[in-house]
């Protein structure tokens, strides 16, 4: 089975600065995606960036980047010129994209709640 | 305009009563999930639907059914057998696994008094 870990609860930055939020995975499989999601205080979880596990070129979406080590199967995300809209928790996650028992499934990490302070 | 629907956004329920989530999705999305969300345990996949009249367990069905007679809608059952039925359910679509990327609901938020 697929298991994603963050081990930051939470973390905060100041308004304008760069935070970076940490995630690692564990699979043996070689096709699959990564996410970042974000779930603001409103509740509506909304993607914030996806990476193709085949891809080595890391996947950027305006101020959000992504270092994504898939030999130490790290996925870290970098929110750049942070706003007080990000403020948010953050979800990493996986899904695996041929067979086994996970295909099809969405795994979840423990989420890190970001604070951005003026 | 195209989106998940849930509801109720707010449900209470009496211990050992059934209660039924509504999920209805109108983006003609294939797949369909039901998400479990407690604080410091992120989301736990209750589960899931890849096609009409079919679905499978996610990692904590106990307790749990679902149906899915309709392509547009995945609704879920909290059954009186759920030991700790008090969280918040999120309902969630995607059009493939091409993309990954999944399309959420507002959710909903169980209390059993």
């Known amino acids: 089975a697929q298991t994603v870990t963050q081990s930051q609860p939470e973390m905060s930055v100041q308004e304008a600065e760069t935070v970076t939020l940490s995630c690692t995975y564990d699979?043996?499989?070689?096709?699959?995606?990564l996410f970042w999601y974000k779930q603001p205080p409103s509740r509506q979880m909304i993607l914030v960036i996806r990476?193709?596990?085949?891809?080595?070129q890391n996947a950027t979406e305006n101020r959000f980047s992504v270092n994504f080590q898939k030999a130490a199967k790290s996925f870290s995300l970098k929110i750049s010129d942070s706003q007080l809209g990000d403020t948010a928790m953050y979800f990493c996650?996986?899904?695996?994209?041929?067979?086994?028992?996970?295909?099809?499934?969405?795994?979840f990490g423990q989420g890190t709640i970001l604070t951005v302070h003026p | 305009d195209g989106g998940i629907t849930q509801s109720p956004k707010y449900l209470f329920r009496k211990e050992g009563q059934n209660v039924t989530l509504s999920c209805e999705q109108n983006?003609?999305?294939?797949?369909m999930y039901w998400y479990r969300q407690d604080p410091g345990q992120g989301l736990r996949l209750i589960y899931y639907s890849q096609i009409v009249n079919d679905f499978q367990k996610g990692d904590i069905a106990e307790g749990y059914s679902v149906s899915r007679e309709k392509k547009e809608s995945f609704p879920l059952t909290v059954t009186s057998a759920q030991k700790n039925p008090t969280a918040f359910y999120l309902c969630?679509?995607?059009?493939?696994?091409?993309?990954?990327?999944?399309?959420f609901g507002e959710g909903s938020r169980l209390t059993v008094l």
């Open positions: 699979t043996s499989e070689n096709n699959y995606y």
């Open positions: 983006l003609n999305h294939d797949a």
């Open positions: 996650a996986f899904i695996l994209l041929t067979g086994g028992t996970s295909y099809g499934k969405l795994t």
């Open positions: 990476q193709e596990a085949y891809k080595q």
């Open positions: 969630a679509s995607t059009l493939g696994l091409i993309s990954g990327e999944l399309f």
